[in-house]
């Protein structure tokens, strides 16, 4: 069994594909009308195309105030993985991402960076 998909929810679909494709790096691997008012908006690492997928779904009704809550709280909507936190920090930092947190040892060993994804979440960059 494997993880092929993992959900966070948006202000808007439009500015997510954006922020991850253009800013980010990543790929999109689904942009398709699902329903009558809904969108499937999934993106994908450019160096694993087969691997997880993102999806970045519109927050509304109980899912918004999901997304506020976990904000709220300090906790990112999830966790990227990098192999130089420090360089994708300065790279990302460059292309005007906001870090709240700059990279960071921490008390297991790995070192997180957090930053804002401009569509209402927080994010984590990890690198074991």
């Known amino acids: 069994m494997r993880i092929k998909l993992a959900e966070i929810y948006v202000d808007d679909q439009d500015r997510?594909?954006?922020?991850y494709?253009?800013?980010l790096g990543f790929q999109v691997s689904v942009d398709a009308s699902y329903?009558?008012?809904a969108r499937w908006l999934a993106v994908v690492s450019?160096?694993?195309?087969?691997?997880t997928q993102l999806l970045l779904s519109r927050a509304d009704g109980p899912s918004r105030a999901f997304q506020q809550a976990v904000r709220a709280a300090g906790s990112?909507?999830?966790a990227l993985t990098t192999d130089d936190c420090e360089g994708d920090y300065h790279r990302l930092s460059r292309r005007g991402?906001?870090?709240?947190?700059p990279p960071t040892r921490m008390g297991y060993g790995g070192i997180d960076a957090i930053f804002d994804d401009t569509c209402g979440n927080l994010i984590c960059l990890?690198?074991?």
């Not at 997510?16 to 922020?19: I, S």
């Not at 450019?46 to 691997?51: A, K, Q, S, T, V």
């Not at 991402?97 to 947190?101: H, L, S, Y």
């Open 76 to 78: 990112p909507a999830t």
């Open 16 to 19: 997510a594909r954006t922020f």
């Open 126 to 128: 990890h690198q074991d």
């Open 97 to 101: 991402v906001e870090f709240t947190m």
């Open 21 to 23: 494709t253009e800013v």
């Open 35 to 37: 329903g009558e008012n």
């Open 46 to 51: 450019p160096e694993d195309p087969d691997g």
